[in-house]
């Protein structure tokens, strides 16, 4: 199998790392300085320093050498997906796509995969989900994921060209259950943070957590995803490790929220684009989302933290 990653951020060029364990990597990154910097320097130093590239990843800015590959992981934020994949669909056709972004696109409320069956119908879609972080991938630290695909057979060979001794992938056919817990899990992250950033503690954190995954599996139930994949990997356990620690960029967006603190304008926070996408499906489907809809407004600065959190107590009492 030859495999390119197109997307050279810190997941992009991570994955490349453990999967030059497997054998030859090509891996694109859209800025030519930038390739040729990493080439050089066998690192990349601006989205995940301190972690040496292999020798065997082929790093380039030609896309040529992406198309030549047969199976490609697509580590594209997912507000872009959409573009990159209408701009390129003439060269994916008939090729296994990996979606590796979360996130639901707003224009079109749909999810990676669905992207790819929207603009390159006869590829094999695929979604790779799950608890992980950049710098735990390329220190080849244990690590285990949901690889989603609707063709068993084809997600059964991915499954095992991809898994590595430290990557462990775990197949499931629920494509629209991984892309949501994906999405989602960033949204009550941002929720997760805001509540730590204003000193509201860690109780009401488990709240926010606690009634997110609720939230996550009302929008799932009326989509058709599979219950239990929201609370496997793809659901609870990256929504747990997303909600609770300071390497998740949409934690610490959050947080600088809550704080009332500045944050890079330069950082990807599919979480703020994927609130309003939500927001809006659950308006489309009658469905009642308040953490999505508050995070909606709190990172389009309608509403401050502490109205967020008067919204959200001032709510009618009910059962569980």
């Known amino acids: 199998m030859k495999i390119a990653i197109a997307g050279a951020g810190a997941f992009g060029t991570g994955l490349s790392i453990s999967l030059a364990s497997n054998g030859q990597v090509t891996l694109w990154a859209r800025d030519s300085d930038a390739a040729l910097a990493m080439a050089a320097s066998?690192?990349?130093?601006?989205?995940?320093?301190?972690?040496?590239?292999?020798?065997?990843?082929?790093?380039?800015?030609?896309?040529?050498?992406?198309?030549?590959?047969?199976?490609?992981?697509?580590?594209?934020?997912?507000?872009?997906?959409?573009?990159?994949?209408?701009?390129?669909a003439r060269y994916l056709a008939g090729k296994?796509?990996?979606?590796?972004?979360?996130?639901?696109?707003?224009?079109?409320?749909?999810?990676?995969?669905?992207?790819?069956?929207?603009?390159?119908?006869?590829?094999?879609?695929?979604?790779?989900?799950?608890?992980?972080?950049a710098t735990d991938i390329a220190k080849n630290l244990p690590t285990a994921l949901t690889l989603a695909c609707k063709n068993i057979d084809e997600g059964a060979y991915l499954q095992a060209c991809l898994s590595t001794p430290t990557l462990r992938l775990y197949l499931s056919h629920d494509v629209i259950g991984a892309e949501l817990g994906g999405a989602l899990k960033n949204v009550i992250a941002i929720a997760s943070g805001v509540c730590m950033g204003a000193n509201f503690g860690e109780s009401a954190r488990a709240a926010i957590i606690t009634r997110g995954l609720a939230e996550m599996q009302r929008i799932g139930r009326a989509l058709g995803a599979e219950p239990e994949t929201l609370t496997g990997l793809s659901g609870f356990g990256d929504l747990a490790l997303t909600c609770t620690s300071d390497a998740s960029r949409n934690y610490r967006f959050g947080l600088a929220i809550g704080a009332e603190k500045d944050f890079d304008p330069n950082t990807t926070i599919e979480g703020a684009a994927t609130a309003i996408s939500v927001t809006n499906l659950a308006k489309k489907h009658g469905l009642d989302l308040p953490i999505c809809r508050v995070v909606a407004d709190l990172s389009s600065g309608k509403i401050d933290p502490e109205t967020a959190l008067v919204t959200l107590l001032s709510r009618p009492l009910r059962k569980e």
């Open 96 to 133: 296994r796509l990996i979606a590796c972004c979360k996130g639901i696109d707003q224009a079109s409320l749909r999810g990676p995969v669905a992207q790819i069956e929207a603009y390159v119908p006869d590829a094999i879609g695929a979604m790779l989900t799950g608890p992980s972080f």
């Open 42 to 88: 066998r690192e990349n130093t601006a989205r995940l320093p301190n972690h040496k590239i292999p020798g065997n990843v082929l790093i380039t800015s030609d896309l040529e050498h992406i198309f030549a590959a047969d199976t490609i992981l697509l580590a594209i934020p997912a507000q872009k997906l959409g573009d990159w994949l209408e701009e390129n």
